[in-house]
Protein backbone atom coordinates (compact mmCIF):
# COMPACT_ATOMS: atom_id res chain seq x y z
CA UNK A 1 0.00 0.00 0.00
CA UNK A 2 1.81 3.50 -0.91
CA UNK A 3 2.34 5.99 1.99
CA UNK A 4 -0.70 8.34 0.56
CA UNK A 5 -3.29 5.45 0.97
CA UNK A 6 -1.75 4.96 4.51
CA UNK A 7 -1.97 8.49 5.10
CA UNK A 8 -5.63 8.39 4.03
CA UNK A 9 -6.90 5.50 6.14
CA UNK A 10 -5.56 7.01 8.97
CA UNK A 11 -6.84 10.50 8.17
CA UNK A 12 -10.55 8.62 7.75
CA UNK A 13 -10.19 6.65 10.83
CA UNK A 14 -9.05 9.59 12.77
CA UNK A 15 -11.94 11.82 11.41
CA UNK A 16 -14.58 8.76 12.24
CA UNK A 17 -12.96 9.07 15.66
CA UNK A 18 -13.56 12.89 16.21
CA UNK A 19 -16.80 12.54 14.66
CA UNK A 20 -17.82 9.79 17.51
CA UNK A 21 -16.16 12.67 20.17
CA UNK A 22 -18.41 14.88 18.94
CA UNK A 23 -21.30 12.80 19.07
CA UNK A 24 -20.87 12.02 22.50
CA UNK A 25 -20.17 15.33 23.96
CA UNK A 26 -23.45 16.52 22.19
CA UNK A 27 -25.15 13.43 23.69
CA UNK A 28 -23.69 14.49 27.10
CA UNK A 29 -24.44 18.04 27.12
CA UNK A 30 -28.10 17.25 25.55
CA UNK A 31 -28.92 14.98 28.61
CA UNK A 32 -27.24 17.78 31.27
CA UNK A 33 -29.80 20.26 29.53
CA UNK A 34 -32.90 17.64 29.37
CA UNK A 35 -31.84 17.39 33.22
CA UNK A 36 -31.54 20.70 33.95
CA UNK A 37 -34.77 21.59 32.41
CA UNK A 38 -36.53 19.26 34.43
CA UNK A 39 -34.91 20.56 37.96
CA UNK A 40 -35.91 23.71 36.63
CA UNK A 41 -39.47 22.80 35.84
CA UNK A 42 -40.09 20.81 39.56
CA UNK A 43 -38.64 23.96 40.80
CA UNK A 44 -40.92 26.55 39.13
CA UNK A 45 -43.93 24.90 38.75
CA UNK A 46 -45.26 24.98 42.14
CA UNK A 47 -45.20 28.79 41.93
CA UNK A 48 -46.63 28.88 38.75
CA UNK A 49 -49.87 26.74 39.45
CA UNK A 50 -53.13 28.16 40.71
CA UNK A 51 -53.12 29.16 44.09
CA UNK A 52 -56.25 26.77 44.95
CA UNK A 53 -58.95 27.26 47.61
CA UNK A 54 -57.43 28.64 50.79
CA UNK A 55 -59.58 27.29 53.85
CA UNK A 56 -59.74 30.27 56.54
CA UNK A 57 -60.77 29.04 60.12
CA UNK A 58 -62.15 31.16 62.76
CA UNK A 59 -59.43 32.87 64.57
CA UNK A 60 -60.16 31.57 68.31
CA UNK A 61 -59.09 32.67 71.61
CA UNK A 62 -55.22 33.43 72.36
CA UNK A 63 -55.45 34.66 75.59
CA UNK A 64 -52.38 37.30 76.37
CA UNK A 65 -51.00 36.72 72.82
CA UNK A 66 -47.62 38.43 71.78
CA UNK A 67 -45.99 37.27 68.75
CA UNK A 68 -45.71 33.65 68.98
CA UNK A 69 -46.33 32.91 72.66
CA UNK A 70 -49.39 33.25 74.86
CA UNK A 71 -50.36 34.12 78.22
CA UNK A 72 -48.32 35.90 81.16
CA UNK A 73 -44.54 35.66 80.43
CA UNK A 74 -44.18 34.94 84.08
CA UNK A 75 -46.54 32.41 84.77
CA UNK A 76 -44.72 29.40 86.94
CA UNK A 77 -44.89 26.90 84.20
CA UNK A 78 -43.42 27.56 80.40
CA UNK A 79 -44.22 24.83 78.03
CA UNK A 80 -42.20 25.34 74.71
CA UNK A 81 -44.10 23.76 71.67
CA UNK A 82 -41.73 22.93 68.94
CA UNK A 83 -43.91 21.85 65.63
CA UNK A 84 -44.04 21.78 62.16
CA UNK A 85 -46.54 23.46 59.75
CA UNK A 86 -46.95 20.34 57.83
CA UNK A 87 -46.75 17.58 60.54
CA UNK A 88 -50.09 15.98 60.96
CA UNK A 89 -49.82 14.70 64.36
CA UNK A 90 -49.24 19.00 65.03
CA UNK A 91 -52.18 19.79 63.77
CA UNK A 92 -54.17 16.81 65.10
CA UNK A 93 -52.36 18.29 68.84
CA UNK A 94 -54.02 21.86 66.85
CA UNK A 95 -57.31 21.07 66.50
CA UNK A 96 -57.43 18.99 68.95
CA UNK A 97 -55.57 20.13 72.51
CA UNK A 98 -54.52 23.27 71.79
CA UNK A 99 -57.63 25.12 72.75
CA UNK A 100 -58.32 23.13 75.99
CA UNK A 101 -54.51 23.95 77.09
CA UNK A 102 -55.23 27.44 76.42
CA UNK A 103 -58.60 27.77 78.16
CA UNK A 104 -57.33 25.93 80.85
CA UNK A 105 -53.87 26.62 82.04
CA UNK A 106 -52.93 29.76 79.87
CA UNK A 107 -55.72 31.79 80.32
CA UNK A 108 -55.63 31.53 84.32
CA UNK A 109 -51.68 32.62 84.19
CA UNK A 110 -50.87 28.89 85.23
CA UNK A 111 -48.85 28.09 81.80
CA UNK A 112 -47.19 30.57 79.48
CA UNK A 113 -47.13 28.76 75.88
CA UNK A 114 -44.72 29.30 73.31
CA UNK A 115 -44.71 28.48 69.63
CA UNK A 116 -41.10 27.06 68.10
CA UNK A 117 -40.81 25.68 64.55
CA UNK A 118 -38.59 22.92 64.26
CA UNK A 119 -36.81 24.38 60.82
CA UNK A 120 -37.25 22.37 57.92
CA UNK A 121 -37.71 19.40 59.28
CA UNK A 122 -40.04 17.75 57.09
CA UNK A 123 -38.96 20.10 54.32
CA UNK A 124 -37.87 23.37 52.58
CA UNK A 125 -41.64 24.26 53.03
CA UNK A 126 -41.95 24.00 56.34
CA UNK A 127 -39.50 26.55 56.73
CA UNK A 128 -41.44 29.14 54.24
CA UNK A 129 -44.81 28.38 56.53
CA UNK A 130 -42.41 29.36 59.88
CA UNK A 131 -41.07 32.51 58.11
CA UNK A 132 -44.43 33.49 57.04
CA UNK A 133 -46.03 33.13 60.32
CA UNK A 134 -43.51 35.20 62.41
CA UNK A 135 -43.74 37.71 59.68
CA UNK A 136 -47.27 37.87 60.22
CA UNK A 137 -46.55 38.33 63.76
CA UNK A 138 -44.85 41.44 63.26
CA UNK A 139 -48.69 42.65 62.62
CA UNK A 140 -49.95 40.83 65.53
CA UNK A 141 -51.53 37.84 63.53
CA UNK A 142 -49.15 35.26 64.48
CA UNK A 143 -51.69 33.28 65.95
CA UNK A 144 -54.29 33.63 62.97
CA UNK A 145 -51.49 32.72 60.76
CA UNK A 146 -50.83 29.76 62.56
CA UNK A 147 -54.62 28.14 62.54
CA UNK A 148 -54.68 28.91 58.56
CA UNK A 149 -51.29 27.08 57.82
CA UNK A 150 -52.85 24.05 59.67
CA UNK A 151 -56.27 24.63 57.88
CA UNK A 152 -54.14 24.22 54.85
CA UNK A 153 -52.48 21.66 55.69
CA UNK A 154 -52.46 18.59 52.80
CA UNK A 155 -50.03 16.06 53.60
CA UNK A 156 -47.98 17.00 50.78
CA UNK A 157 -44.07 17.58 51.20
CA UNK A 158 -44.18 20.24 47.95
CA UNK A 159 -46.99 22.34 47.42
CA UNK A 160 -49.29 23.13 50.33
CA UNK A 161 -47.12 26.33 50.89
CA UNK A 162 -45.61 27.73 48.22
CA UNK A 163 -44.41 31.26 48.41
CA UNK A 164 -47.52 31.95 46.33
CA UNK A 165 -49.95 30.28 48.71
CA UNK A 166 -48.27 31.65 51.58
CA UNK A 167 -49.27 35.51 50.42
CA UNK A 168 -52.63 34.03 49.77
CA UNK A 169 -53.00 33.22 53.71
CA UNK A 170 -52.10 36.68 54.15
CA UNK A 171 -54.34 38.32 52.09
CA UNK A 172 -57.20 36.08 53.54
CA UNK A 173 -55.97 37.58 56.85
CA UNK A 174 -56.17 41.28 55.85
CA UNK A 175 -52.53 41.91 56.45
CA UNK A 176 -50.20 44.66 55.41
CA UNK A 177 -49.29 42.95 52.26
CA UNK A 178 -46.20 45.52 51.67
CA UNK A 179 -45.21 44.77 55.10
CA UNK A 180 -45.79 41.08 54.93
CA UNK A 181 -43.81 40.83 51.53
CA UNK A 182 -40.90 43.04 52.20
CA UNK A 183 -40.63 40.54 55.75
CA UNK A 184 -40.64 37.08 53.68
CA UNK A 185 -39.12 38.28 50.31
CA UNK A 186 -35.87 39.19 52.81
CA UNK A 187 -35.78 36.13 54.47
CA UNK A 188 -35.74 38.75 57.78
CA UNK A 189 -37.00 35.48 60.50
CA UNK A 190 -34.42 32.75 58.80
CA UNK A 191 -32.08 32.40 61.52
CA UNK A 192 -34.50 32.30 63.66
CA UNK A 193 -36.14 29.30 62.43
CA UNK A 194 -32.77 27.80 62.45
CA UNK A 195 -31.90 29.03 65.77
CA UNK A 196 -35.83 27.45 66.56
CA UNK A 197 -34.22 23.89 65.61
CA UNK A 198 -31.08 24.13 67.24
CA UNK A 199 -32.89 24.68 70.15
CA UNK A 200 -34.86 22.02 70.06
CA UNK A 201 -32.61 19.57 69.75
CA UNK A 202 -30.74 21.10 72.33
CA UNK A 203 -34.23 20.22 74.14
CA UNK A 204 -34.02 17.11 72.77
CA UNK A 205 -36.59 17.13 70.36
CA UNK A 206 -36.18 14.51 67.71
CA UNK A 207 -39.77 14.38 66.05
CA UNK A 208 -42.70 16.77 65.61
CA UNK A 209 -44.89 18.05 68.15
CA UNK A 210 -42.58 17.84 71.13
CA UNK A 211 -42.62 19.67 74.22
CA UNK A 212 -40.25 20.85 76.96
CA UNK A 213 -42.22 21.91 80.38
CA UNK A 214 -39.81 23.83 82.53
CA UNK A 215 -40.60 25.00 85.98
CA UNK A 216 -38.53 26.10 88.87
CA UNK A 217 -38.16 24.14 92.33
CA UNK A 218 -36.43 25.79 95.27
CA UNK A 219 -34.35 27.70 92.68
CA UNK A 220 -33.64 25.04 90.67
CA UNK A 221 -35.47 24.81 86.87
CA UNK A 222 -37.08 21.52 86.34
CA UNK A 223 -37.68 19.93 82.48
CA UNK A 224 -40.83 17.48 81.63
CA UNK A 225 -41.00 16.81 78.32
CA UNK A 226 -43.81 15.30 76.35
CA UNK A 227 -42.87 14.03 72.85
CA UNK A 228 -45.92 13.65 70.44
CA UNK A 229 -49.63 14.66 70.00
CA UNK A 230 -50.96 12.80 73.56
CA UNK A 231 -54.34 14.43 74.55
CA UNK A 232 -55.31 16.57 76.70
CA UNK A 233 -55.07 14.60 79.89
CA UNK A 234 -51.37 14.03 79.48
CA UNK A 235 -50.66 17.04 79.60
CA UNK A 236 -52.94 18.02 82.61
CA UNK A 237 -50.68 15.55 84.06
CA UNK A 238 -47.92 16.85 83.86
CA UNK A 239 -48.95 20.49 84.72
CA UNK A 240 -50.19 19.23 87.63
CA UNK A 241 -47.46 16.96 88.99
CA UNK A 242 -45.37 20.61 88.12
CA UNK A 243 -47.55 22.83 90.44
CA UNK A 244 -47.68 20.16 93.37
CA UNK A 245 -43.62 20.24 92.92
CA UNK A 246 -43.94 23.29 93.52
CA UNK A 247 -46.10 24.04 96.26
CA UNK A 248 -49.04 25.76 94.42
CA UNK A 249 -50.92 22.49 94.87
Not at 60 to 69: L, R, S, T, Y
Request: proline share 4%.
Amino acid sequence: MSPEKKMSKRQAMRAKRERQARMQRFGIIGIIVVGALLVAAALIYPNLKPVGDIVTTDAGEHPMANDNAMGDPNAPIKIEEFSDFQCPYCARFHEETEWQLANSYVADGTVYLVYRSFGDFIGSESKAAAEAAYCAGDQDKFWDYHNILFANQTGENVGAYTDRRLGAFAEALSLDMDAFNDCFSSGKYSDRVNQDKVDGTAAGVTGTPAFSITYTVNGEQKQRFIAGAYPFSEFQTQIEGALVEMGLK
